[in-house]
């Protein structure tokens, strides 16, 4: 990983970290990403994968997102819950 993908999922970790010593049980975070305006391309959005795995390693879960385009961008905002189950983090909100 490279120096400022590090930094950036440092940033995000940390943040996640503070909200789980605050005791909080929702955590929202934005990302921006490169967004492609062709309706063939399919590809991964550069950093923001990293920056989620690193807020669900800190014991949060992906609950909901958004995504919106802004400009050459695109805005994802993403509500994290708190793991009941620290073992199952990270991944994907499951129904009970």
Not at 15 to 32: L, N, T, Y
Not at 70 to 75: A, P, Q, R, V
Request: net charge positive; charged share 20%; hydrophobic share 40%.
């Amino acid at each position: 990983m490279g120096i400022f993908k590090d930094a950036k999922s440092d940033t995000m970790a940390s943040h996640a970290r503070r909200a789980a010593a605050e005791g909080r049980q929702v955590f929202v975070a934005q990302f921006r990403g490169a967004v492609s305006h062709s309706p063939k391309l399919s590809r991964p959005v550069q950093d923001v994968a990293e920056m989620i795995e690193a807020v669900e390693a800190e014991g949060w879960r992906t609950d909901q997102f958004t995504a919106v385009p802004y400009d050459s961008n695109m805005t994802i905002t993403i509500l994290f819950r708190r793991s009941s189950n620290p073992a199952a983090a990270p991944g994907w909100a499951q129904s009970t």
